[in-house]
């Protein structure tokens, strides 16, 4: 039985995206097709609010991650973690023989201003790494602020994990300075996992450029010289179906709902589920800092959350335990992509109802 699935991803895709994956196919060097991936970049600049290059990568965004931090980093990169996700960029920098050091947050608490800035004053890095939005622990880092750091250091490249905030969350590309934002398919743009995307600023082109080649198919350098000798088109053959029905979203996202209505409902989503979560258990992350995309909740009753699940399965939903070390001490609201508040009323009345709280 398929289920109603409020996860971290995969998230719902709605019948007609899912389609549009079905679009007969055509040449990835053709006209066609560098109209396509035309189309694509100058929606995504409206969703991402950039006037950088886009490119696109047939991975999940762990391959743009790998990608940007060993084509950006000369000397050496700082990654300031908040949870499993952001462990993972030093553990990708570590295995692509890229130097960096690990700032780790004790669980629960967001990455502040203060931190980055004592990192950035020894004047040892000219990478940054920050996961906007950690599922694990459900914080949304508060980058508007580490923003106004950063921009005090024009040297150091900034790299942003947004996979699960963008579309669900407003971030200003090029307001907030970032270099490399980097984002994938089945999160809050909802679509099928297999594709994954992300800006490129000039500043960080002409890093590339110092850093010389690094592998071929993640090599952003490669990626984007290409793109431009190409007319966006790309190294390898790109996952067509993926771009057909992500243009066919991103005009649901840009003209159906509209941003600003998008971001509002996964605001009211997100309220609504913190609100619940704090009534009957407690949520995870700090107050003022959780995510807007889905809620991790302290499991202060110590209920099973297997079987917890297991019901919601027989009644067609899903959510999610905690992750890692957090398994059965947290579990997980998803509150992105597709769902609607209907549908937040929906499981969160159902768990009321399974556990009697």
């Given at each position: 039985m398929f289920k109603k699935l409020f996860i971290p991803g995969p998230t719902q895709v709605h019948p007609d995206v899912l389609a549009k994956m079905g679009t007969p196919m055509i040449s990835?060097?053709?006209?066609?097709?560098?109209?396509?991936?035309?189309?694509?970049?100058?929606?995504?600049?409206?969703?991402?609010?950039?006037?950088?290059?886009?490119?696109?990568?047939?991975?999940?965004?762990?391959?743009?991650m790998e990608g940007a931090i060993r084509s950006s980093t000369l000397k050496k990169a700082i990654v300031f973690s908040v949870g499993a996700f952001g462990d993972r960029w030093a553990e990708v920098a570590n295995l692509n023989g890229v130097e960096c050091d690990l700032h780790r947050e004790e669980a629960g608490n967001p990455t502040m201003p203060e931190t980055v800035e004592?990192?950035?004053a020894t004047g040892?890095?000219?990478?940054?790494?920050?996961?906007?939005?950690?599922?694990?622990?459900?914080?949304m880092n508060p980058v508007e602020a580490i923003s106004?750091?950063?921009?005090?250091y024009p040297d150091v490249l900034?790299?942003?994990?947004?996979?699960?905030?963008?579309?669900?969350?407003?971030?200003?590309?090029?307001?907030?300075?970032?270099?490399?934002?980097?984002?994938?398919?089945?999160?809050?743009?909802?679509?099928?996992?297999?594709?994954?995307?992300?800006?490129?600023s000039p500043k960080a082109e002409a890093r590339f450029e110092k850093v010389g080649n690094k592998g071929y198919y993640l090599d952003l350098k490669n990626l984007v010289k290409y793109i431009d000798k190409k007319d966006h088109q790309y190294t390898s053959t790109p996952s067509l179906s993926h771009m057909f029905a992500l243009d066919y979203q991103l005009d649901r996202i840009l003209l159906e709902e509209g941003l600003e209505t998008r971001f509002l409902r996964?605001?009211?989503?997100?309220?609504?589920?913190?609100n619940w979560?704090?009534?009957y258990f407690e949520v995870f992350p700090m107050g003022g800092f959780e995510s807007l995309t889905l809620t991790t909740i302290k499991?202060?009753?110590?209920?099973?959350?297997?079987?917890?699940?297991?019901?919601?399965?027989?009644?067609?939903?899903?959510?999610?335990?905690?992750?890692?070390?957090?398994?059965?001490?947290?579990?997980?609201?998803?509150?992105?992509?597709?769902?609607q508040m209907a549908d937040m009323v929906e499981v969160t009345d159902a768990i009321t109802e399974i556990l009697k709280l």
């Open positions: 990835h060097r053709g006209k066609d097709a560098s109209d396509l991936q035309r189309r694509l970049t100058e929606k995504m600049r409206k969703v991402m609010f950039t006037e950088n290059k886009i490119a696109f990568s047939t991975s999940s965004g762990t391959g743009l004592k990192y950035l040892k890095y000219d990478t940054v790494t920050i996961t906007h939005n950690e599922t694990s622990t459900g914080i106004e750091v950063i921009k005090r900034w790299l942003v994990d947004c996979v699960s905030s963008l579309a669900g969350a407003k971030v200003e590309v090029d307001k907030l300075g970032i270099d490399i934002c980097i984002t994938s398919s089945q999160k809050a743009l909802a679509l099928p996992p297999g594709l994954a995307l992300c800006s490129i996964h605001l009211e989503m997100a309220e609504y589920t913190i979560a704090n009534k499991n202060t009753r110590g209920i099973s959350v297997k079987d917890l699940n297991d019901a919601l399965g027989k009644r067609g939903m899903q959510i999610s335990n905690g992750y890692g070390d957090l398994k059965e001490k947290t579990f997980r609201i998803a509150h992105m992509g597709e769902l």
